[in-house]
């Protein structure tokens, strides 16, 4: 059960395409959606919902992170769980979720312009 997972874990995050309801989000400490999982969840109510922009960044409380190296755009695989690793390990070393959030743009950055599913440098 996923929010099992999010229950017993001190620092998680939710990557998940399907449709989301408050209930399974609660627990958990982020949730990563892309805009268009964004647009289809549209009464999430928790603080720590993250969205990817693309190229355009990240949004996170009302405030977009641009990216700080938008690249040309070779091919997305893995672009979403490169985030989203990203992002949860300089968060489990900082604390800090806004150096996170860049941090995790950049390496997304760097994976998109490439091709196939690729790991950053």
Do not use: C, W
């Not at 405030?63 to 997305?76: A, F, G, H, R």
């Not at 990203?86 to 490439?114: D, L, M, W």
Request: proline fraction near 4%.
């Amino acid at each position: 059960d996923i929010e099992m997972v999010g229950k017993l874990s001190k620092l998680s995050i939710l990557d998940s395409k399907r449709i989301l309801t408050n209930e399974v989000i609660k627990p958990f400490s982020f949730i990563k959606l892309n805009e268009s999982e964004f647009n289809n969840n549209h009464n999430l109510n928790h603080k720590g919902i993250i969205v990817t922009l693309g190229s355009k960044g990240a949004l996170y409380n009302s405030k977009i992170y641009p990216s700080p190296l938008p690249q040309d755009t070779i091919d997305v695989s893995g672009a979403g769980d490169t985030f989203t690793a990203a992002f949860i390990v300089k968060y489990h070393k900082t604390q800090n979720i806004s150096s996170s959030i860049k941090f995790a743009n950049e390496k997304s950055s760097e994976v998109v312009s490439r091709r196939g599913v690729v790991t950053p440098k």
